[in-house]
């Protein structure tokens, strides 16, 4: 992993703010954002369907739990890094599921770390609210 990786690791939360792609054979399927901590070690992000074969099928555990799900690659949208380790947990709602493992390891922090995304955040373009 680049430096430039590890910083927007960082500063992605490890990947999770920037969403994640569920690809099956290559091809994105489902689309994981909108991460909420839920307990120790597990988050539940909102699935969205990008691919007529996930389409109906993220409230059936067996998509997520059998069959395909061994071939389940997840891969940041932050990085383009896989999480190897990644597996789902139970749907807790229409559009969520949890998830365990779904981060990208970026890594031990040195001092200079911080000094280098605390001034990547000062350069970063501010975003207004339009009203004056």
Request: no cysteine; aromatic share 16%.
């Amino acid at each position: 992993m680049t430096y430039r990786e590890r910083l927007l690791a960082w500063e992605s939360n490890f990947g999770r703010t920037a969403g994640w792609d569920v690809e099956l054979d290559g091809r994105k399927i489902v689309f994981l954002d909108d991460p909420k901590w839920e307990e120790m070690f597990w988050h539940s992000y909102r699935a969205t369907p990008t691919d007529p074969v996930a389409v109906g099928r993220l409230q059936d555990e067996a998509f997520w739990y059998e069959g395909d799900a061994e071939r389940f690659v997840y891969r940041s949208r932050a990085t383009g890094t896989v999480a190897p380790l990644a597996f789902p947990g139970p749907i807790i709602a229409p559009d969520r599921v949890m998830m365990r493992a779904l981060y990208i390891n970026a890594g031990i922090r040195l001092p200079w770390d911080f000094v280098t995304l605390y001034v990547r955040k000062l350069l970063r373009p501010r975003r207004f609210s339009g009203a004056s």
